[in-house]
C-alpha cells in the first residue's frame, strides 16, 4: 500500500502548480483523501480533501478559491490545483488517506496512509 505525491516547485507569486497524489495497493473507493502541509516550525494542517464516495470537497479559509481538488477514480489519482500562490502557501505537501469523521477531517491522526511529500515554495 503506498501514496505517492508529486508535483511540488518553485514557482512566484501568482503562480501555479498541480499536485499529484497516486495510490497503488489499494483503491481510493470510499476513503477521504486530504491534502496537508507543513511549513517549518509549524503544525501540519489540513488544506483540502475529497471524499471519493460521493466527491465531496473541503478547503481550509486560506486556500478557498484559490485551489480545486480533483479526482480520477481510473487514474487512482487525486489532483491539487494550486492557483495565485502566495508565499505563505511554502511548505511541504502530503496527501492522505483516511476514513475519518466529518468533525476530525482535519486531523492528521485520522489518516492511516500518508504520500512521502513534495515541497512547495513560492519567492514574493
Known amino acids: 500500500v503506498q501514496l505517492q505525491a508529486s508535483g511540488g516547485g518553485s514557482v512566484q507569486t501568482g503562480g501555479s502548480l498541480r499536485l499529484s497524489c497516486t495510490a497503488s495497493?489499494?483503491?481510493?473507493?470510499?476513503?477521504?483523501i486530504q491534502w496537508f502541509r507543513q511549513a517549518p516550525g509549524k503544525e501540519r494542517e489540513g488544506v483540502s480533501c475529497?471524499?471519493?464516495?460521493?466527491?465531496?470537497?473541503y478547503y481550509a479559509d486560506s486556500v478557498k478559491g484559490r485551489f480545486a481538488i480533483s479526482t480520477d477514480s481510473a487514474k487512482n489519482t487525486v489532483y491539487l490545483q494550486m492557483n495565485r500562490l502566495k508565499p505563505e502557501d511554502t511548505a511541504v505537501y502530503y496527501c492522505?488517506?483516511?476514513?475519518?469523521?466529518?468533525?476530525?477531517?482535519?486531523?492528521?491522526?485520522?489518516?492511516?496512509?500518508w504520500g512521502q511529500g513534495t515541497q512547495v515554495t513560492v519567492s514574493s
Open positions: 492522505a488517506a483516511g476514513r475519518p469523521i466529518i468533525s476530525a477531517l482535519s486531523r492528521p491522526a485520522m489518516y492511516g496512509y
Open positions: 495497493g489499494f483503491t481510493f473507493d470510499n476513503y477521504v
Open positions: 475529497i471524499t471519493t464516495s460521493d466527491g465531496d470537497q
